[in-house]
């Protein structure tokens, strides 16, 4: 029998996700799975891809009903998690998918999300300089945002070795449907999605902070384009030399330097750019550099699964982290294609 794991918020896109990964992990188990509206429902009706946890019923979100899992993953609404966590044994290690808890300024948690400071807890990017060894001792974590996981591992290298500005990085990210949650909502309907793009949050959203923070940058302008196909994220990140001359060779040896022997980071040969599609049903993020031949500005394009890498990927990557497991337990780093 392996540990026991519990996912609230079983029913939405994300919870669906990590309970796919959770069904084949090597050491853990499937335990109690909770949701909202779709209570009392089997999985199998919620979630038809799930055949193996098909005949599992969807219980109501409570943290009596999670007391007793090894480790809880918390795939809730924003504003939701902080008191569901709160509720829980004070030695049960949770991951929380949301925002509750990535933010360390209350300042900023009140310009973006609204209400009380939750608290920060450990941040969950194990790529990060030093982070890996701080969530394997945590029993609190908060993943990462989609937008910012894909950012962040583009542009934080290239601030720690001082090869670009802190001021003036902008971002521009491209975000499939699922990014948004399972909630139904007129501007997601099939109809209103295919054939188009469209800009949304623009100059202010909410994974901002979150990047600031992560990386050293000091400002970043971020926009997200809604994109008509289910999940993934193509970030093309840009910043400013921070001296002359500066080429793409040397871009790509930092992030490759950065990321050597990481399971899930892969810098691409040169000539060869991030694809979404390449990333699919996977914990790999795909990156690639060049220099703007007429601004000089440093270019890192960025792809990854916003449901995988993004979210519930992650998430196991850090529960196995925190739980002592191999870190690559139950996740991948090939993609699903065509």
């Known amino acids: 029998m392996g540990l026991t794991v519990g996912v609230a918020g079983a029913s939405g896109y994300a919870g669906g996700e990590l309970l796919r990964l959770l069904s084949a992990h090597p050491d853990l188990e499937v335990g109690v799975v909770t949701a909202h509206a779709s209570v009392g429902e089997p999985l199998g009706a919620v979630h038809p891809q799930l055949s193996s946890l098909a ?3 969807l219980e109501p979100t409570s943290a009596g009903a999670l007391a007793g899992a090894d480790l809880v993953f918390l795939a809730l609404p924003h504003g939701q998690s902080a008191a569901l966590a709160a509720g829980l044994p004070a030695g049960t290690p949770v991951v929380d998918l949301g925002a509750d808890h990535r933010l360390v300024d209350p300042a900023a948690w009140a310009r973006h999300y609204g209400g009380p400071h939750p608290g920060a807890w450990t941040y969950g990017l194990p790529e990060l300089p030093g982070q890996r060894d701080e969530i394997a001792a945590s029993g609190r974590v908060a993943a990462t945002g989609c937008y910012a ?7 934080a ?8 500005e802190p001021d003036d990085v902008v971002a521009v990210a491209a975000s499939g449907t699922s990014g948004a949650g399972r909630a139904p909502a007129a501007h997601l309907l099939g109809s209103e999605v295919m054939s188009d793009l469209s800009p949304y949050r623009v100059g202010a959203h909410q994974h901002v902070p979150e990047i600031l923070q992560a990386t050293g940058a000091r400002s970043l302008s971020l926009t ?3 994109a008509p196909l289910p999940r993934g994220i193509l970030a093309t990140v840009t910043a400013r030399p921070a001296r002359p001359g500066l080429d793409a060779d040397e871009v790509r040896a930092a992030l490759a330097g950065a990321y050597a022997g990481e399971p899930f980071v892969r810098v691409l040969p040169a000539g060869q750019w991030p694809h979404t599609a390449a990333t699919l049903g996977s914990n790999a993020a795909h990156l690639q550099a060049a220099v703007d031949a007429s601004s000089g ?9 916003n449901l995988g890498k993004g979210a519930a990927g992650q998430a196991v990557q850090c529960a196995n982290l925190m739980l002592g497991l191999p870190e690559t337990g139950g996740l991948t780093a090939d993609g699903v294609a065509p």
């Open 55 to 57: 005949d599992r019923v």
């Open 149 to 155: 996981v894909a950012v962040i591992l583009a542009l």
């Open 157 to 164: 290298p290239l601030l720690a070795a001082g090869l670009v």
């Open 224 to 226: 997200p384009v809604l």
């Open 297 to 305: 500005r440093v270019i890192v394009c960025s792809a990854i699964d």
